[in-house]
Each structure stands twice: as structure tokens, then as C-alpha cells.
């Protein structure tokens, strides 16, 4: 029979009061508050390790740890020392992600060669490691295999590897080095665990919420078991009766009894008792002594710790803090070891546009290159991995661990936002705002500072500016006639998981470890805003909570392409003469389409109660000749904007409006103070008038707002304690309409220039969102707007907000 355990606040608040107070302030003495509102202060021992770590393979003789490193930037494999806890070697792979898996002798080292679709095959003399051979299961991308997770079986020279684009289950001979059967998964597969004792392989099919069972001997599937939603890691207990399964969309892990072939127990690896999607459960590990389970809780910075030792009859024990965003934990001994996908801070990037790797070369024109500079500053790539190393924590040390997670954890009631009970946005439940309808608008891609760098009532440098007012006299205007806000992070950090995270207030586990292989050039897809289901919220977005909750609501351009919607919860609720992706179309077209429609809705009285739009311009086409040159396209975008608050603070409903809007990332350029620090702007009858507000929000902030106006719950643990915007609004709608900034620059200028800038930006494919690699866009839009040969500014790292 299945159960739900989670933790007892109660038992563990009394353990906490046993706990000397110096103990926490030495834990907190250095913690870190990220741009999301939550904090970092993790704990034990901390090694550098690469771009987005994803998965660490335990050699069978525990002296090596092997670590692959799959973000944007260069990607690695790198051999740890799992004894002295050193780093032994590090060697570049083209293309990878997750797999890895020692041979039985130790002398061999397999990883997944990604979309390349082969496994490399590295030798460890000397622990050293060096490529000696390629295991090729079938063309490269854009071939669809994609090798996901793979597992070795030298007794039978067999390697058996699970793949995430043609979700199938390959085997390869060791031995005759070639393919020996394809068999389908029925879902993207994730990683696969050998139990040579009862000749099974263990498969968690990522895509289809369960986990497939293959009898090596037969080479057959014996038996699947359904788990939760989106199963990933795996571990298994030594006598082999037993295999935990954590699942990323769930805040879970399954407890599966290998004999009776069914889950007999999950555990809630949450920190509170039905919390919303967004622990993003994502490995696991058992102790020495197989008493302990450790789970990675990936958007929650810590581990949720377990004694299984009856499987059944499971008690939660406490938390660990780690690093940023734990993507695997394994055990080596009393040893903890932990990669933190993200590190441990978020940082600046005054040098947002020069992004490149040292070695990295893009060809322009024939038997010509550009060679680049050292890789720090572009978003993709600039927060590295760390290994985090402590001992298995005593129960007092968990005690401390424990409270010390919490700490960092927003209060997911949002008890401490203490909104008046006279402010427009409800402070609790169930309290009607007297506005009535949401505007939200998305565009893309810009931070601070190359918006509002200039201006000098916010925390601005002016030198990083490259739409500065003459650009963008309406966005300057807005927030000086309504609300600044400089103090305004995105969650997201490009486009794939920035607009999930915007209708969302949350990315999964397979956004957030897919989008930077595609970033990165190592092929793969556009995955985001609805174009894939495995990488939808599991509780949908924010049109799906309103059909819940009875809140009528349309979408123009944003989850809706080519015309038509693509998720189902926006057929029929959705303007099907609206555009949405496509440069060729300026956002002010886009305002007159929505301007028809709101028009024509407005006399049937049927306006709907939240309305998402996109303006999407502000991404521009770099140099791309011919084409709207980078400032045209955003005095376009801010035109669109000035003119759609311009007509609604006219129409009959603006005292019963607020107008939202948001960049979806800030992946596409520098700040000074973070990466993703970005313009957001608010405006209605309600909005005070000349007001400066220097409040910590994010987007998922910004949802909250949005959510307590229309009555509706919030998505995710993310939205759910995210600081409301309350501070931006006044009790009565007292302010006045807005008058449209007439644009400064020539919407009809267009690039001539032919500098190899220009070459490149030909090369570039502006057709869809982000197809365009952003890091050679940043540099391109920073040469346009700058002059080609204006040098970068000083390279700066910032800590966020130490000890807040």
C-alpha cells in the first residue's frame, strides 16, 4: 500500500531548541541571498567543478569520483579523488550529458557523447583520463538519439544506454563494437541502474512516470511500475529488494519493493507538508549502512535526509543546506558528496556581451576567424558548478542543518508581506481587489542597466546603457510617471525556461537541464512555452489556474504560434489574427492587432478578466543587413508599450486595470549589479504616481501580484512566497491617463553595415526565439549600438546581498 510520509514540524522544532544558537550563526555567517528570494548556506567542504554538473559516477572501488560537466559554456568530464577529496583531472568533451559509468576494473570511464549519439570511452592510466574510443549508436544530431543515461555490464561485454530524443532502450556489444537491438521506451529516458545479482537493468523513463524493468538474460522487458511524474535518478539498496526513485515534478521519491514489483511507500522530500510543484526532487542516495537516504531537492538548495531503514515504515529526519540548484548526491563511505548545478552565488555581468570561451572560434567569412576572450559574462555560462563534500551529520548536526534550510526558505503562506488591509492587493484569501482586470505583457530579453541605466533616481550605470532614453522615452516615462523598480530580478535565464517561468512561476527539471545543449550549439530543441510536454509545468500555467478557478483570460502571441495555441488549455481563448514570433512584424503592428480585438470585446462585454500579450522586438536581429538595426527595433518595442498604455489608460476600464510587464529573461546583455536583474514596469489607476521602489520582486513576485487581484491560487512553492508588489499601488485609482512618448529614432533605419559583425549576423537565424546563439548576439548588439571597435568594461563578480 502506497503512503505519504513528510516531516513533523512539531518533533523537529523541539530537537532545534537543543541546538546552541552559535552553531547557526557560524552556518549563516556567510549566507547568501539569491535573486529568487532564496537563500544559500551550504555546508562542509566546496570544490569548483564546471558548466551545470549533472551527474557523478562512484567508481566500484570508491577511490574515484567521475563528474560531467553539460551546461553552455565549455563542457567537461572531470576525476575526483573521493579519498584525499582532490580534483586528479579534467579533460573537454564536445558534446555530453548525463551518463557516466566506471568499468568493473576501474580502468575504463563511459560517458554520454549527447547529440552526438555515441558514448566516449575513456581509459584512467595514471588517473588520467583519455579518450581511446567512440561508441557510435547512430549519426549525429540532427539525428534524434540523444544518449541520456547509460550502465556497463562486463561480464556480458554490454553496455546498455537510454536516450531522450528517440526515447528508446539501446544495447551494445563491448566486444563486436556495435548495436545490438533498439527497443522503444514510451518516453524520453533519463538514467538506467544494473543489478547484477538478479539480472535486471532498471530504466526510469523520464517522459511516461514509470520505471521499465529489462531481464538482461532474456533482453526483454519483464515488468514497468508506475511511479511519479517526471522519475529520474535512481539508487538501489545492496541486497537488491529495494530501489528509491525521486521524481522531479512530485517533491517525491518512490519506494519500490523489487519482489512485489509495486511502490510500497513515498516519501514527501518537500520542507513542508502539500507543498506546492518546485523541490524539483531530482537523486538520490543511500548511506553506508543503508539506513539513511539522501535527496536532492534541486530548487530547494538542500537535501532531504530519510531513515529507510524499513522500508515502509520511513521517517523523515531532517535537511541539508548545499549549494545552488543540487543536481546529484552520492555516498562514498561517511563521505556526502554533492554537485551543485549552479554553484553558490548569483553574480554581475557588466561584461554581458563578451561571453566567449578562450579557445572557441565562430568563422565569419572564408579563412577568417573572430577569436574570443575569457568565458565569464554571458548568462548561460557564467554560474559554475561546486562539489559540495561533508560527513553524514549526526542528529544534532542535522538539527542545525535542518533549521538552517529553513532559514533560507521563503514562508510559503507569505505571512511576512503584511499587506494593509486597505491595499488593492488582497492581503489574504478569498478578499476581492477592486481591480478587476490584468494586463501582462512579456518582451524579451534586455537587463537593467542597458534600459535604465541611465536614470539616476535608480541603481544605474550609465555606462553599461545601450537603450538608454532616446531608445526608450516610453519605458523611461512609465517608470517615472507610475513606478521604478530597480530592484527587480527575472527567475528565468534565457527564453526556454524565462517564459515558463512567466506564465508559470516555475521551469522542470528537463527545461532547466536540456535548454543549455541547445544554448550551447550541441544541438537539440526549442523545447519551452508549450512546444514539448515533457517540459510543461505538471500543474499547468497560469491560463490553466484561471479555467479552474473561473477567471476568464486570453493570450495574444505568448504560448500561441503560428496562429493557433499550443497547449490546450488556450484553444478558443486565444486572438487568432495576433503575431507572434516573427521580427518581420513590428510591435506596433502587434498593439493595433491586440487594439482591434480588445475593441470588439470591449462593446460585447466580454473582456477578459487576465489578458497576456507579447512584444517581442527588443530581442532585435543584431546587424543583420537590411533589417531594423538593434536601436529601431527597440524604439519599436517601446512604442508598441507606450501606446498600449497610452489607449487602455483612455478606454472605460483603466481604473479597474493594471498593466504588467516583463523582459521573460535578461539573458541579452550586462548589469553591474546581477545577471538577472531586469526593467519591469507597472501602470493602472491604481499605481501610485512618481514612486521609487527599491523592494527585492522577481517575476514570480510579479505572478503573485497578479494572482491575489484575480483570485486565484498560487502555481508553485515559488510564486506561493514570492513578495508581493503591493508597495507599487495606492488605495484609491487617483492616477491620470498616460500620454504616449513620441519615438526619437528612426523606425525605418536599417543596418548597412558590412564589418565581418554584419557577416555573422546574416549567418544567424532570427525565425524563432533564441535560435540565434545569444552570446555571440550580446557581442554583436554591443559592437552596433557602442562602435565596432568599443572596448568591453572591466570584468566585476558581486556577491548578492551577503548576509541579508
Known sequence: MTTLKHLSLFILLLAMHTVQAQSIDEISKNRLILPNGWGLSPVGKMLTLGDLPLNIAVSHSQKLLAVTNNGQSTQSIMLIDAVKQTRLDSVIIGKSWLGLAFSANDQFLYASGGNDNCIVKYSLANQKLKAVDTLALGKPWPVRISVAGIAVDDARNKLYAVTKEDNALYVYDLKAKHVLSRTPLGGEGYNCILSHSKNELYISCWGSGKILVWDTQQAKFSSDIAVGSNPNDMCLTKNGKYLFVANANDNSVSVIDLRKRQVIETLNAALFPHSLAGSTTNSVALSEDQKKLFIANADNNCLAVFDVSEPGESVSKGFIPTAWYPTCVRTVGKTIFISNGKGSMSMANPDGPNPYGRDEEVVYQQGGTIKKSTPVQYIGGL??????????PTDKALAVYTKSVYKNTPDPQGKDFKIPENNPIPHKPNVTSP???????????????QVLGDMPEGNGDKNLVL???KVTPNQHAIAREFVLLDNFYVNGEVSADGHNWSLGGYATDYLEKTWPTSYGGRGGDYDAEGN?????????FIWDFCKRNGVSYRTYGEFADDYKPNIPVLKDHFCPFYTSWDQKVRDTIRFTQWRKDFDSLLVHQSLPRLNTLRFINDHTEGLNKGRPTPKAHCADNDLAVGMF?????????????????????????PDHVDAHRSPAFVAGGFVKTGFVDHTMYSTAGMLRTMELI?????????????????????????????????????????N???????????KLDFRKEDEAPDGILNEIIWKAVKGIDSPCPPSVHAAFFINR
Open 435 to 449: 481591480i478587476k482586470y490584468v494586463f501582462y505583457i512579456v518582451k524579451e530579453n534586455r537587463t537593467y542597466d
Open 710 to 750: 484575480l483570485g486565484i491560487p498560487p502555481m508553485s512553492q515559488y510564486d506561493a512566497s514570492a513578495e508581493p508588489m503591493w508597495r507599487c499601488f495606492d488605495n484609491t485609482p487617483q492616477h491620470q491617463p498616460y500620454r504616449v512618448k513620441p519615438h526619437q529614432v528612426d523606425l525605418n533605419e536599417v
Open 645 to 669: 498604455v497610452d489607449y487602455l489608460s483612455h478606454s472605460p476600464i483603466w481604473n479597474e486595470s493594471v498593466v504588467f510587464v516583463v523582459e521573460d529573461d535578461a539573458q541579452n546583455g
Open 532 to 540: 514539448r510536454k515533457i517540459a510543461n509545468n505538471k500543474d499547468g
Open 752 to 762: 548597412t553595415d558590412t564589418s565581418k559583425y554584419a557577416y555573422i549576423s546574416q
Open 467 to 469: 537603450f538608454g532614453e
Open 383 to 392: 554560474f559554475k558548478g561546486s562539489l559540495q563534500i561533508l560527513n553524514n
